[in-house]
């Protein structure tokens, strides 16, 4: 009867390891947390409409409840851990941010940021949160997009290097790629220039390295079946019957739907890793989080839909217009 059960659980132990046989976990999430505004006139954007007396009517309770909102789905996202590594899209500026890490319940994390400083008109910007324990940032860039002459500007792209806990050097890119405002053909030149500028940098990294770890998140308004990411950026779908370690995935391929348009989910937010960041992935851990709370009774589409700030102009008291994802990598 011993060695019964002991059979039992080394097969258990074989099909489902510990933990900490795989190594630490070290999760990421990215979020594209709609307008992420303070209540402050920045007189060199436009950022009109979200002052207290704007179209939106965008006041300190409202801006303190989205702060309290945006930490607790980011606090949430983690489970059991709090997150690594967080990659936010469309936050104005420091002033934003610093709120956000010193006035809600991520103070206790102690979390660092980095953030772009771009020239997009409406002054909204991409940041990387880091828990220092975690990862220990070693240096930061902006990349400025290089756009046609006379075309409005777009939003820089973030890329932070550092250590992690294996000691290896961690490349991030946090982006978030030109809208499709004016349609989607007549936009798509922006945000292939925004992916050739980052395919570029991936493989100045790939010349430096001897072993790159790059990872690239946030909203690419594409998708995954998109030329910005199959023919510029080259991102494979995953998982796949091999991987090699140079070649770039996109972990959300076949995921349901970060983004609802017209009653249609469309998956517009990604989550790209070369192919030695993939073999540290924890299987299955890819995911776009659909917490009960982060969504709403779609009453024009039916169904649910993501549960926003605003709904057009009308003020909702939600999270964001967007699913935050999430995916946990392994580092011994």
């Known amino acids: 009867m011993k060695r019964f059960l002991y059979l039992i659980l080394l097969g258990y132990l074989t099909l489902f390891p510990l933990r900490a046989q795989e190594g630490e976990?070290?999760?990421?999430?990215?979020?594209?947390?709609?307008?992420?505004?303070?209540?402050?006139?920045?007189?060199?954007?436009?950022d009109e409409e979200f002052l207290p007396m704007g179209a939106r009517h965008w006041t300190k309770g409202?801006?303190?409840?989205?702060?309290?909102?945006?930490?607790?789905?980011l606090i949430v996202?983690?489970?059991?851990?709090?997150?690594?590594?967080?990659?936010?899209?469309?936050?104005?500026?420091?002033?934003?941010?610093?709120?956000?890490?010193h006035r809600t319940s991520l103070r206790s994390v102690g979390y660092r940021?980095?953030?772009?400083?771009?020239?997009?008109?409406?002054?909204?910007?991409?940041?990387?949160?880091y828990d220092r324990t975690q990862f220990h940032?070693?240096?930061?860039?902006?990349?400025?997009?290089?756009?046609?002459?006379?075309?409005?500007?777009?939003?820089?792209?973030?890329?932070?290097?550092?250590?992690?806990?294996?000691?290896?050097?961690?490349?991030?890119?946090?982006c978030h790629l030109p809208s499709r405002y004016g349609g989607e053909l007549a936009s798509r030149p922006k945000r292939h220039a925004a992916a050739r500028?980052?395919?570029?940098?991936i493989d100045s990294i790939y010349q430096e390295r001897e072993k790159p770890l790059c990872l690239v998140m946030g909203d690419f308004n594409d998708t995954a079946a998109d030329e910005t990411l199959t023919s510029v950026l080259g991102a494979q779908p995953f998982p796949s019957d091999s991987i090699h370690d140079l070649s770039l995935y996109n972990l959300f391929t076949s995921a349901?739907?970060?983004h609802k348009y017209q009653g249609m989910w469309?998956?517009?937010?990604?989550?790209?890793?070369?192919?030695?960041?993939?073999?540290?992935?924890?299987?299955?851990?890819?995911?776009?989080?659909?917490?009960?709370?982060?969504?709403?009774?779609?009453?024009?589409?039916?169904?649910?839909?993501?549960?926003?700030?605003?709904?057009?102009?009308?003020?909702?008291?939600?999270?964001?217009?967007?699913?935050?994802?999430?995916?946990?990598?392994?580092?011994?």
Do not use: M
């Open 113 to 129: 940021y980095c953030i772009t400083h771009g020239n997009d008109k409406r002054g909204i910007n991409v940041a990387l949160l």
């Open 256 to 258: 349901q739907g970060s």
């Open 25 to 46: 976990r070290f999760v990421v999430v990215s979020y594209n947390v709609e307008n992420l505004f303070d209540t402050d006139d920045n007189p060199e954007t436009e």
């Open 266 to 332: 469309h998956q517009l937010d990604h989550v790209l890793v070369n192919g030695r960041l993939a073999r540290q992935l924890l299987s299955g851990s890819a995911e776009v989080l659909r917490h009960p709370f982060l969504l709403t009774r779609d009453k024009t589409w039916r169904g649910v839909r993501p549960f926003r700030s605003y709904y057009g102009f009308r003020y909702e008291g939600g999270y964001s217009d967007h699913l935050p994802l999430r995916i946990v990598l392994l580092f011994p």
């Open 137 to 174: 940032k070693l240096g930061e860039e902006e990349l400025i997009v290089p756009l046609p002459r006379g075309e409005r500007s777009t939003r820089n792209i973030l890329h932070v290097w550092g250590e992690v806990r294996s000691l290896d050097t961690l490349d991030v890119f946090v």
């Open 77 to 101: 996202a983690g489970e059991w851990d709090t997150p690594s590594l967080i990659g936010l899209c469309e936050v104005e500026g420091d002033s934003a941010v610093h709120a956000l890490l």
């Open 197 to 201: 500028l980052l395919r570029s940098c």
């Open 62 to 73: 409202r801006y303190y409840q989205k702060l309290q909102h945006i930490a607790q789905a």
